[in-house]
């Protein structure tokens, strides 16, 4: 399992990070991603980060906003945001699995993890 913690309520413009860490899970050999999904609509993938963390990958709308990371002593990845806007309230998952073709992840057969944490961002 995995759990989703570091979630709250911030002002636009503000930073969070927040984190998941798992257990039962052989987490050093899974590339790992941060999905989101907003009231009404769809999960989307958000981020992905290679089992060692040598390659990232980020969705349109976040990059150069957004760094995930993790840290696979702790069994722990990370997601730093900072200069957060309305549109990025969500709740928050972490998945586990996904491949990388190069630079680009994908996020087939990929399973979501844990109830994730609700991000809030007020305008």
């Known amino acids: 399992a995995a759990a989703g913690v570091g979630g709250g309520l911030v002002q636009a413009g503000d930073s969070l990070r927040i984190s998941c860490i798992a257990s039962?899970?052989?987490?050093?050999?899974?590339?790992m991603a941060w999905f989101r999904q907003a009231p009404g609509k769809e999960r989307e993938l958000v981020a992905g980060?290679?089992?060692?963390?040598?390659?990232?990958y980020y969705v349109e709308s976040v990059k150069g906003r957004f760094t995930i990371s993790r840290d696979n002593a702790k069994n722990t990845m990370y997601l730093k945001m900072i200069s957060l806007l309305p549109e990025d309230t969500a709740v928050y998952s972490c998945?586990?699995?996904?491949?990388?073709?190069?630079?680009?992840?994908?996020?087939?057969?990929?399973?979501?993890w844990g109830k994730g944490t609700q991000v809030t961002v007020s305008s």
């Open positions: 980060i290679m089992w060692n963390g040598r390659y990232t």
């Open positions: 039962g899970l052989a987490f050093s050999t899974y590339n």
């Open positions: 998945a586990a699995g996904g491949v990388f073709n190069g630079r680009t992840y994908y996020s087939d057969g990929v399973k979501i």
